[in-house]
């Protein structure tokens, strides 16, 4: 394919480098974080670029079985219209696991006068980011998640299964947290991950096994572009998923897959910079400069708010038990994983806030937006987050059940919500997650038939 002028440079560049790429899918994030679009000739990418491409404007709240949601008002109401989607430019890569090579590339969903669409989850993070750089700041931003490799094959009982280690042979059954040998052992897996993020440019270092049988967690680099950052997070599952279906494993980003292990987080790592590049965060343990005292005051005042961002499914909200390393209310502390937001080990320059509350489930552009939107609330407001917690926060502090039922609630409800993403956004987000919780009430489970059919 000759390069024309309307892919841009970088774009351009990535494509001529993939000898034999023939196909491109064009990937659109919904609110979920899963991928939808289109696959399309290699020749028709340059009219992509020029145009854009027509997708249905239901796609970005389908729900997490992938049909529409009709109380969001973006389905028969309106004739299911399409809407124009636009390549995102820089983020043209490879897809390496795959033969012959193939691209992919981000979309993003314009609304009908050609703006930013204000369901579209990257363009939600966007809107947050102009506030802050109206303020002159800028957000430096890293996302770790934690995920499962299982069995690729379901159990007898039809449940997920610990994966076959590759050098025992042997079914996963220990805790071994921050094990080398697990690391050793899973070597296959990771180098191959570690191969592909090279190819696609994602910035990833570093790998832990993580606090249950097959747990691992693979951290990406922090940096000063959020939604970069995030797409990085994006593509950085899509990577980790199609490698371990390749090797015969299935990785899940599910909160809670067993109710006797760990569940999977989504840490932001969030500093922040003025336009002299200084950390405003900056600050020696135990003196937290006001704007980390704000914004931290910030992040505790939004987070029932936006706690369905970070808790979005039925499943979310089993990973929220004692001791097991998520937090149960906002408290915060230094160097302290049993808190909900944490002030990291670092020297000061690199003074930070770790936001924990958010499962491996939830949607990386949208945590990302609530914790930047909590932030920015606090720096206005001028919250005082109280003391920091010193030891053992389950212990110390008054923990809260969460549910699901009164997160949407809370979310609808939302001055919080609607004044920083938009009413349009918090209603269509609250009416996909109420058709959820809706539907996963209507089904009968297991646990109803063993408890009462024969007793009742």
């Known amino acids: 394919m000759a390069i024309t002028h309307s892919i841009p440079a970088v774009d351009a560049a990535r494509l001529q480098a993939l000898s034999g790429c023939t196909q491109v899918d064009l990937l659109l994030p919904d609110m979920n974080g899963l991928l939808r679009g289109k696959r399309v000739a290699l020749e028709s990418l340059d009219k992509v670029y020029q145009n854009g491409v027509c997708l249905p404007m239901s796609l970005i709240a389908t729900d997490i079985t992938g049909n529409t949601v009709e109380e969001t008002g973006l389905g028969y109401d309106i004739g299911d219209e399409d809407r124009i989607c636009r390549p995102v430019p820089g983020t043209l890569r490879a897809v390496p696991w795959l033969s012959p090579p193939m691209a992919q590339l981000l979309l993003t969903m314009e609304d009908a006068e050609g703006g930013a669409f204000a369901a579209n989850p990257r363009e939600v993070l966007r809107g947050v980011l102009a506030r802050f750089a109206e303020r002159g700041l800028k957000p430096v931003v890293a996302v770790e998640m934690e995920f499962y490799l299982l069995d690729a094959q379901m159990g007898p009982d039809g449940r997920p299964q610990t994966s076959i280690n590759p050098a025992t042979g042997d079914r996963n059954a220990s805790t071994q947290v921050y094990y080398i040998q697990d690391l050793v052992d899973y070597s296959e897996f990771t180098d191959a991950v570690s191969a592909a993020c090279r190819e696609q440019e994602i910035p990833a270092d570093t790998a832990v096994a993580e606090y249950a049988p097959g747990q691992f967690e693979i951290n990406l680099h922090h940096r000063d572009d959020a939604l970069a950052a995030c797409d990085d997070a994006?593509?950085?599952?899509?990577?980790?998923?199609?490698?371990?279906?390749?090797?015969?494993?299935?990785?899940?980003?599910?909160?809670?897959?067993?109710?006797?292990?760990?569940?999977?987080?989504?840490?932001?790592?969030?500093?922040?910079?003025?336009?002299?590049?200084?950390?405003?965060?900056?600050?020696?343990?135990?003196?937290?400069?006001?704007?980390?005292?704000?914004?931290?005051?910030?992040?505790?005042?939004?987070?029932?708010?936006?706690m369905l961002l970070f808790a979005p499914h039925a499943n979310s909200y089993r990973r929220f038990v004692l001791n097991a390393f998520v937090p149960l209310n906002e408290c915060w502390g230094y160097n302290n994983r049993t808190v909900a937001l944490r002030i990291p080990h670092s020297d000061e320059r690199n003074t930070r806030i770790e936001h924990r509350i958010a499962g491996a489930d939830a949607n990386p552009y949208l945590i990302t937006a609530a914790v930047l939107a909590g932030i920015l609330d606090g720096l206005d407001q001028q919250y005082d987050p109280g003391p920091p917690v010193v030891g053992n926060a389950y212990e110390q502090t008054q923990l809260r059940e969460q549910f699901w039922r009164q997160a949407i609630g809370d979310f609808l409800q939302s001055d919080f919500v609607a004044d920083h993403f938009g009413t349009d956004f918090r209603h269509i987000y609250g009416q996909q997650k109420l058709k959820e919780l809706r539907s996963f009430h209507a089904e009968v489970t297991d646990l109803e038939y063993r408890w009462y059919l024969r007793a009742l």
Do not use: W
């Open 234 to 306: 994006l593509m950085l599952k899509r990577t980790i998923k199609a490698i371990a279906e390749q090797q015969g494993m299935l990785a899940s980003f599910m909160a809670k897959p067993f109710v006797d292990q760990a569940g999977s987080g989504t840490h932001i790592h969030v500093s922040l910079l003025d336009q002299q590049g200084n950390n405003i965060f900056a600050s020696p343990v135990g003196e937290p400069a006001d704007p980390l005292r704000f914004a931290i005051g910030g992040l505790q005042r939004s987070s029932s708010d936006c």
